[in-house]
């Protein structure tokens, strides 16, 4: 079965520099959702998209942003790189089928970055 | 806000034991609760879940019931194995299509 995709897997930037992060959802899946985990750390809440609009907003810095495009994928830009920023990256796909709740969760290998 | 709490931050089992994960959480809404594993260099993945209190997650000998009364979802095994190594967190969601809300992760080190 088709599993969420993350690109890169890997990227090293220096500080002040930029990224782009990419999610590609499961197919047909509308939802998309953005977390990032430090060293040691779970998982935190950046941000949900539902139908290419913001659903939920977490912790995300106003250096970063994100959308949703209209074939689903979702891409995570971040300015003014910091050395904190250096963490995994991953990307959750969902189907929110109208009038159901509480459907899963499926998460994508990650996005591991590091600022220099 | 919502919260998950694991009292463990590691548990180091021999293969054959017994095994409780302890997991609290707190929320004025009615959750859905979860378990996630997971492995070096990958994503989270969902290892079992339960939308109602009273309900019990079950998976490869795992099981978890979702107790309201003492707004629990521990994880529980009776015989552990080597291959159960990893971490798992224990979220929450509330509402559809809602962020999850994670533990702090216990990793699990089954000695053989």
């Known amino acids: 079965a088709a599993g969420v995709i993350q690109s890169p897997r890997h990227l090293i930037k220096e500080k002040r520099e930029t990224a782009t992060l990419k999610c590609y959802p499961i197919?047909?899946?509308?939802?998309v959702y953005w977390y990032q985990q430090g060293p040691g750390q779970d998982p935190q809440f950046l941000i949900s998209?539902?139908?290419?609009?913001?659903?939920d907003k977490g912790s995300i810095p106003d250096r970063f942003s994100a959308q949703q495009f209209s074939d689903y994928h979702s891409e995570l830009n971040m300015s003014s790189l910091e050395l904190g920023d250096s963490a995994l990256y991953f990307c959750?796909?969902?189907?929110?089928?109208?009038?159901?709740?509480?459907?899963?969760?499926?998460f994508g290998p990650g996005t591991r970055l590091l600022v220099l | 806000g919502d919260s998950v709490v694991q009292t463990e931050g590691q548990v180091l089992p021999s293969e054959g034991d017994s095994l409780i994960v302890n997991c609290s959480y707190e929320?004025?809404?009615?959750?859905?609760l979860f378990w996630f594993v997971q492995y070096p260099g990958e994503g989270p993945q969902l290892h079992l879940k339960?939308?109602?209190?009273?309900d019990k997650g079950r998976n490869k000998g795992f099981e978890a019931m979702y107790r309201k009364e003492t707004t629990s979802f521990h994880l529980e095994k009776d015989s552990v194995q080597e291959s159960d190594s990893a971490v798992y967190f224990c979220a929450l969601s509330i509402n559809a299509g809602n962020m999850l809300t994670f533990g702090g992760g216990t990793r699990l080190m089954v000695k053989p």
């Open positions: 929320t004025t809404q009615y959750p859905s």
């Open positions: 959750a796909s969902s189907l929110r089928l109208a009038g159901k709740n509480r459907e899963t969760q499926y």
């Open positions: 339960a939308m109602k209190a009273n």
């Open positions: 197919p047909r899946h509308d939802t």
């Open positions: 998209f539902y139908e290419k609009m913001q659903s």
